[in-house]
């Protein structure tokens, strides 16, 4: 069987591509509300890493739903998903989160970054002040509302696959959890990465609180990871062979011990633990563990795709 | 300050929680109500001897683009020793199910049941091709029409031979009588008479798809366990 063409496969790496930014564009988010709630406060627009959060999170939700759209066989119909609505699929519901969830994406962003934008405004615009100063007014809420439809974004990712019936390993209960913690860890790293490359201080008080969250997360991770598959051979049957035709011997065998395991999961583990007791951080640690974490996400999205489709009920 | 948020946040789960949980229940517990039909077929593979007329005449009547196909025969065998040698034939098309994976996922109703007929037929207008439907139906019995670009299957012939008050093409082509299409409502009806007769099997119940397309099973090929 080839790896990347076999019969049953209907979505192909777009799709995995998608996910993959739309848990980015939700974990990135998620980290910088975080980091402003409980570090930074009313400087957070100062910092580096929460720059490169309000970058990232905005954009790979915008190049995710692009690549959706050009995935479509009529692409230019795709305005009918969002007049047409259906209150049983999973797709239909996750546009409008994706909808809500942009609208308080770009909200919150303005709060964030009122001070700045004001500045710059020079009171040449009074609207623009007065729209702000709502907002801002507002902001536990916006941030309350993005907090949960970035959440929801996450886990939405994970139960779009797992609602298929006709594979039994994405058909998963835990395959939303997996999804959402994952999407997190990636939205962390890409923090992170953009943070240091922002020139952000690899040493700073941003770094050591994400680091402090994804020791945690990883372990969770794992443990996800091993209920999902422990999980389908238990079950036996066609979930037993999905699961092991995934992590037995093969090209995605590979991908799953080498690129997910080892490199995106136990690599960013170990030098997270590392930098925790030898406290040095130094660019290229952080650099180098964050492009672990986002390689090992990328791999997960495209495995789960592409392993799931392999075996039907 | 803080509690306000805390407050909010508590009740911004429950609207949540509530609201699907609203519409979950609701999906499970909504039954057919209509007083339509309830098209059915019934598929002896006893009879079947594989000769492909019902594919043909269903790629003539309804269009169906070459590459493409509504119907397959799909064929085993042979088993047995010559002279007694005999091959298996199963229909491949789709199972028109009561409980639809296909309609539930799509995410603009362009898949839908005909209330009407209880046909699960495509909407190509509405549909704007994401395959989500063919991902989710478990028979893999639907495709993207080169054509139209939409999700395309059987519909047991609704819009072109049911529309002149006619049989769906396979079932008049076929040249052994394999095959029985009428209303499952109708206990005079002759498909309720062939599925009385003859013991029968459906495809894949165990998930709970209740196809529409009824099977009369051939000879085992071989037996496997």
Same mark, same amino acid.
């Given at each position: 069987?080839?790896?990347?063409?076999?019969?049953?496969?209907? &979505?192909? &790496?777009?799709?995995?591509?998608?996910?993959?930014?739309?848990?980015?564009?939700?974990?990135?988010?998620?980290?910088?509300?975080?980091?402003?709630?409980?570090?930074? +406060?009313?400087?957070?627009?100062?910092?580096?890493?929460? =720059?490169?959060?309000?970058?990232?999170?905005?954009?790979?939700?915008?190049?995710?739903?692009?690549?959706?759209?050009?995935?479509?066989?009529? $692409?230019?119909?795709?305005?009918?998903?969002?007049?047409?609505?259906?209150?049983?699929?999973?797709?239909?519901?996750?546009?409008?989160?994706?909808?809500?969830? =942009?609208?308080?994406?770009?909200?919150?962003?303005?709060?964030?970054?009122?001070? $700045?934008?004001?500045? &710059?405004?020079?009171?040449? &615009?009074?609207?623009?002040?007065?729209?702000?100063?709502?907002?801002?007014?507002?902001?536990?809420?916006?941030? +309350?509302?993005?907090?949960?439809?970035?959440?929801?974004?996450?886990?939405?990712?994970?139960?779009?696959?797992?609602?298929?019936?006709?594979?039994?390993?994405?058909?998963? %209960?835990?395959?939303?959890?997996?999804?959402?913690?994952?999407?997190?860890?990636?939205?962390?790293?890409?923090?992170?990465? !953009?943070?240091?490359?922002?020139?952000?201080? %690899?040493?700073?008080?941003?770094?050591?609180?994400?680091?402090?969250?994804?020791?945690?997360?990883?372990?969770?991770?794992?443990?996800?990871?091993? *209920?999902?598959?422990?999980?389908?051979?238990?079950?036996?049957? =066609?979930?037993?062979?999905?699961?092991?035709?995934?992590? !037995?011997?093969?090209?995605? +065998?590979?991908?799953?011990? !080498?690129?997910?395991?080892?490199?995106?999961?136990?690599?960013?583990?170990?030098?997270?633990?590392?930098?925790?007791?030898?406290?040095?951080?130094?660019?290229?640690?952080?650099?180098?563990?964050?492009?672990?974490?986002?390689?090992?996400?990328?791999?997960?999205?495209?495995?789960?795709?592409? *392993?799931? =489709?392999?075996?039907?009920? | 300050?803080?509690?306000?948020?805390?407050? #909010?946040?508590?009740?911004?789960?429950?609207?949540?929680?509530?609201?699907?949980?609203?519409?979950?229940?609701?999906?499970?517990?909504?039954?057919?109500?209509?007083?339509?039909?309830?098209?059915?077929?019934?598929?002896?593979?006893?009879?079947?001897? /594989?000769?492909?007329?019902?594919?043909?005449?269903?790629?003539?009547?309804?269009?169906?683009?070459?590459?493409?196909?509504?119907?397959?025969?799909?064929?085993?065998?042979?088993?047995?020793?010559?002279?007694?040698?005999? #091959?298996?034939?199963?229909?491949?098309?789709?199972?028109?199910?009561?409980?639809?994976?296909?309609?539930?996922?799509?995410?603009?109703?362009?898949?839908?049941?005909?209330?009407?007929? /209880?046909?699960?037929?495509?909407?190509?207008?509405?549909?704007? /091709?994401?395959?989500?439907?063919?991902?989710?139906?478990?028979?893999?019995?639907?495709?993207?029409?080169?054509?139209?670009?939409?999700?395309?299957?059987?519909? #047991?012939?609704?819009?072109?031979?049911?529309?002149?008050?006619?049989?769906?093409?396979?079932?008049?082509?076929?040249?052994?009588?394999?095959?029985?299409?009428?209303?499952?409502?109708?206990?005079?009806?002759?498909?309720?008479?062939?599925?009385?007769?003859?013991?029968?099997?459906?495809?894949?119940?165990?998930?709970?798809?209740?196809?529409?397309?009824?099977?009369?099973?051939?000879?085992?090929?071989?037996?496997?366990?």
């Amino acid at each position: 069987m080839s790896p990347f063409h076999f019969d049953g496969l209907v &979505w192909h &790496w777009p799709i995995a591509i998608y996910l993959f930014l739309a848990g980015v564009s939700a974990g990135a988010i998620t980290f910088a509300i975080l980091l402003k709630h409980f570090k930074l +406060g009313k400087n957070a627009h100062k910092s580096g890493f929460i =720059q490169a959060a309000c970058l990232i999170a905005p954009l790979s939700v915008f190049a995710g739903l692009g690549i959706l759209v050009l995935d479509l066989t009529k $692409p230019f119909d795709f305005w009918k998903i969002l007049v047409f609505y259906n209150a049983t699929s999973v797709m239909s519901v996750g546009v409008a989160v994706l909808m809500i969830y =942009q609208v308080a994406l770009f909200a919150w962003l303005a709060c964030v970054f009122k001070e $700045p934008v004001l500045n &710059w405004c020079n009171g040449r &615009w009074p609207l623009v002040t007065r729209l702000l100063n709502a907002l801002a007014k507002h902001e536990p809420s916006i941030t +309350g509302f993005l907090t949960i439809l970035a959440l929801s974004l996450g886990a939405y990712t994970g139960f779009l696959l797992s609602a298929l019936t006709t594979y039994p390993m994405l058909n998963n %209960p835990v395959l939303p959890l997996l999804f959402l913690i994952s999407g997190l860890s990636s939205g962390a790293a890409g923090t992170l990465l !953009g943070g240091v490359l922002l020139k952000g201080n %690899p040493d700073g008080k941003e770094v050591h609180f994400i680091h402090n969250i994804e020791i945690p997360i990883i372990l969770v991770e794992l443990v996800l990871l091993f *209920t999902f598959f422990i999980g389908l051979i238990i079950s036996g049957g =066609q979930s037993k062979i999905a699961a092991l035709t995934a992590i !037995g011997e093969g090209f995605w +065998g590979w991908v799953f011990w !080498g690129g997910i395991i080892i490199v995106g999961l136990s690599l960013p583990l170990a030098f997270n633990l590392f930098m925790k007791a030898s406290s040095k951080r130094k660019f290229s640690y952080v650099a180098i563990t964050a492009s672990c974490s986002l390689l090992g996400v990328f791999l997960l999205r495209n495995f789960i795709l592409y *392993t799931g =489709q392999m075996t039907v009920a | 300050m803080k509690n306000s948020r805390r407050l #909010f946040l508590k009740s911004a789960c429950a609207v949540v929680v509530g609201a699907s949980g609203y519409t979950i229940a609701k999906s499970s517990t909504e039954t057919a109500v209509i007083d339509g039909k309830k098209y059915a077929l019934v598929h002896d593979e006893t009879k079947c001897i /594989g000769c492909d007329a019902c594919s043909v005449a269903c790629r003539e009547v309804n269009l169906v683009p070459e590459g493409v196909s509504r119907l397959k025969i799909e064929r085993e065998g042979p088993y047995g020793e010559y002279p007694d040698q005999y #091959f298996r034939f199963t229909r491949k098309s789709c199972q028109q199910c009561e409980d639809t994976p296909c309609v539930k996922v799509c995410p603009t109703g362009a898949a839908y049941k005909d209330p009407e007929t /209880g046909i699960v037929s495509v909407d190509a207008w509405k549909c704007v /091709g994401c395959q989500y439907c063919i991902a989710a139906c478990p028979y893999q019995v639907r495709f993207i029409n080169p054509v139209t670009h939409a999700a395309d299957k059987c519909d #047991f012939c609704k819009e072109t031979r049911l529309k002149e008050g006619r049989q769906p093409a396979c079932v008049s082509a076929c040249p052994t009588k394999a095959l029985t299409f009428g209303d499952l409502k109708d206990p005079e009806s002759n498909i309720v008479k062939v599925l009385k007769s003859a013991p029968n099997y459906r495809s894949k119940t165990e998930l709970g798809t209740r196809p529409k397309v009824f099977r009369i099973a051939s000879r085992e090929g071989e037996v496997t366990l």
